[in-house]
């Protein structure tokens, strides 16, 4: 167990519709990443927040957003959900931004019908 | 951006076998190379790293070797036994990046009693 918790398990969804995927890192670790893993796109960078602010973004959607609350969890927002967004969505955390050591969760599976 | 290349995509060996997995990586200033171990439905776990100013590391079975010149690590997994099963990823990860970690595509690796 990593220490990193991730809600839901499991989201079965429609095409069209705006889920939420929701994180809690490490006690401790400020900086929070999501990662996408798919069959054909193999795990990728999506976005980086740290201590409430974005650092950094990758191969992010205009569709998906993110925020990390005072509280340091964070919530990955995904609108417009077409059938290529089934995928599953990883978060990790570390204790700073620039400290490499990434901690994932269990991930999140979404399906998208 | 930064490319990881990894090899071979799966990996059969029979228990007390070494099993060998290699990785390029393509950004020069990446200085950071994390190995994960991911099991069927969990999140990847992080097993053992190098950093680019180490040539080698080991922990117990597990050692990785990197060649910042030719800039390739590897993971070296001795005595492998059946629970060693599992995908592992290779990472990296440095400044251009901003410290996200970037995969590559995994290698099934399937340890035969």
């Known amino acids: 167990d990593s220490g990193v918790t991730q809600t839901p398990k499991h989201l079965i969804t429609a095409t069209g519709q705006r889920v939420t995927l929701r994180c809690s890192p490490r006690s401790g670790d400020l900086s929070v990443y999501w990662y996408q893993q798919s069959l054909d796109q193999g795990l990728q960078f999506l976005i980086q927040y740290y201590n409430g602010e974005e650092r950094a973004k990758g191969n992010i959607l205009e569709r998906f957003s993110a925020q990390q609350f005072p509280d340091l969890h964070s919530e990955l927002n995904l609108s417009s959900l077409e059938l290529g967004d089934s995928a599953l969505y990883f978060c990790?955390?570390?204790?700073?931004?620039?400290?490499?050591?990434?901690?994932f969760g269990p991930g999140t599976r979404l399906t998208v019908t | 951006g930064e490319n990881v290349e990894q090899h071979p995509s799966t990996l059969s060996v029979q228990e007390g076998d070494s099993a060998v997995i290699k990785c390029t990586y393509s950004d020069s200033a990446s200085n950071y190379f994390p190995w994960y171990k991911q099991e069927l439905g969990k999140g990847p776990q992080l097993i053992i790293d190098i950093r680019s100013n180490v040539g080698e590391k080991k922990d117990q079975r597990i050692a990785v070797t990197l060649n910042k010149t030719a800039k390739h690590f590897s993971l070296h997994i001795t005595e492998t036994q059946p629970e060693d099963s599992a995908v592992y990823f290779c990472a990296a990860s440095g400044p251009n990046s901003g410290y996200a970690l970037n995969f590559g595509k995994g290698t099934s690796l399937l340890v035969t009693p």
């Open positions: 990790a955390s570390s204790v700073a931004p620039d400290s490499y050591e990434q901690y």
